[in-house]
Every structure is written in structure tokens, then in C-alpha cells.
T-cell receptor, first 114, second 115 residues
Framework: SQQGEEDPQALSIQEGENATMNCSYK?????LQWYRQNSGRGLVHLIL?????REKHSGRLRVTLDTSKKSSSLLITASRAADTASYFC??????????????FGQGTRLTINP | DGGITQSPKYLFRKEGQNVTLSCEQN?????MYWYRQDPGQGLRLIYY???????QKGDIAEGYSVSREKKESFPLTVTSAQKNPTAFYLC??????????????FGDGTRLSIL
């Protein structure tokens, strides 16, 4: 399978705690993206990190990228109940030009307990 | 309000029947995509199109067909050859850019079930 791997598959934490999700991919990439999916809905783009970047922030989100290990992590700080969702990483293989073909991981189901 | 509209939200297919899922976008994006999502799984690419009147197979194109006659529209037909069509289907679009450093924008999906 070309799909990336995400770890853990499910994560349950208390509101206010930090949540960390990890993603591994298989080929050299141009960028890696993180998306959120609420139950029964489409995906919402969160953040894109390019292959020449090591860390990126957006609000309470922090993404790191380690191209030598072909891995990325998403940190959500000070979690809220509204953060309950599935989170997917999607890698954009380097060798495919033009088309925005993405390889998705299997997702992490995050539950924030009040 | 710019976005992607998928319809219907729920769809039921009888044996031997073809069904068509609609996807319309008003974001002026050149590229459009169809994904399949099975329970607890990530997304798998069915077809994608970078420009009107052109499209390419993704990883799981067998049993599906598409057309791209207009920039705004990218309908997906699930044919009777697709023996396991029950899934959540997601349409997406993006700006067409050489290195692919653009996010994809998704519709809210169509859930297809077999009767």
C-alpha cells in the first residue's frame, strides 16, 4: 500500500492537555499536509509544510518535519472539546509534477474529554 | 461564498445499476479530485483532473468513470463493475501549481450504500 502510517490510531485526552500525532511516509516529498475531518464531513486543511522547512506554527498547531526519517508530527496545544475529530497527514510525492497527488495516512481519531 | 458542493449527501445503488455523484466548485480551481474513504481508513484517489477535458486514473480507478466538460464540474459515475461500492466519496479541488504546494479543498461527501 502507498498509504502513510499514522500513530497512534486513536488518542483520548482531557481538555486543556496537549495532543501529539505522528505520521510516517515512504517517498521523497515536496510537502506534507495535515487535515482534520469531523464525523461525516469533508476534510479541512490545517497546515502545509514544505520539504525545506523543519517546523511550522499556526495558532495552537505546531507541525514538525524530519525528511531524513520521513516523518512528521502534529502538536495541538491546550486542547478543546471542539478539537475532537480525525486528523490525517497527506504527503505530496516529489516525483509527480503538476498534479497535486497526495498520499494520505490512515488517520488518528482524537477525542477530547471535558 | 466559495466552496465545493457534493450531491446527493446519501445515495443508494441497486445491483447492476450505475449511479452518478455530483461535484461542483466555484473556487475557480483547475484541478479536481475524487477520493474514496472506507470506515476507519484514509483517503484513496480514484480519478483526478488538472484541466478541462482531461483526467487521469488514480490508485483505484477500476469500476469508476469521470468526465470534465466544465471547469466547475467533475462528476463521478460508479458503474456496476464496481463490486464493492459502499463507501464515503469525497471530491476536492486545488489551484494547479507546478510543485503542488497548494492545499486541497473538500466537499462534504456522498455516502453510497448498496440496496
Amino acid at each position: 500500500s502507498q498509504q502513510g502510517e499514522e500513530d497512534p490510531q486513536a488518542l483520548s485526552i482531557q481538555e486543556g492537555e496537549n495532543a501529539t500525532m505522528n505520521c510516517s511516509y515512504k517517498t521523497s516529498i515536496n510537502n506534507l499536509q495535515w487535515y482534520r475531518q469531523n464525523s461525516g464531513r469533508g476534510l479541512v486543511h490545517l497546515i502545509l509544510i514544505r520539504s525545506n522547512e523543519r517546523e511550522k506554527h499556526s495558532g495552537r498547531l505546531r507541525v514538525t518535519l524530519d525528511t531524513s526519517k520521513k516523518s512528521s508530527s502534529l502538536l495541538i496545544t491546550a486542547s478543546r472539546a471542539a478539537d475532537t475529530a480525525s486528523y490525517f497527514c497527506a504527503s505530496r510525492p516529489e516525483l509527480i509534477q503538476g498534479a497535486q497527488k497526495l498520499v494520505f495516512g490512515q488517520g488518528t481519531r482524537l477525542t477530547i474529554n471535558p | 461564498d466559495g466552496g465545493i458542493t457534493q450531491s446527493p449527501k446519501y445515495l443508494f445503488r441497486k445491483e447492476g445499476q450505475n449511479v452518478t455523484l455530483s461535484c461542483e466548485q466555484n473556487l475557480n480551481h483547475d484541478a479536481m479530485y475524487w477520493y474514496r474513504q472506507d470506515p476507519g481508513q484514509g483517503l484513496r484517489l480514484i480519478y483526478y483532473s488538472q484541466i478541462v477535458n482531461d483526467f487521469q486514473k488514480g490508485d483505484i480507478a477500476e469500476g469508476y468513470s469521470v468526465s470534465r466538460e466544465k471547469k466547475e464540474s467533475f462528476p463521478l459515475t460508479v458503474t456496476s463493475a464496481q463490486k464493492n461500492p459502499t463507501a464515503f466519496y469525497l471530491c476536492a479541488s486545488s489551484i494547479q501549481e507546478h510543485w503542488g504546494n497548494q492545499p486541497q479543498h473538500f466537499g462534504d461527501g456522498t455516502r453510497l450504500s448498496i440496496l
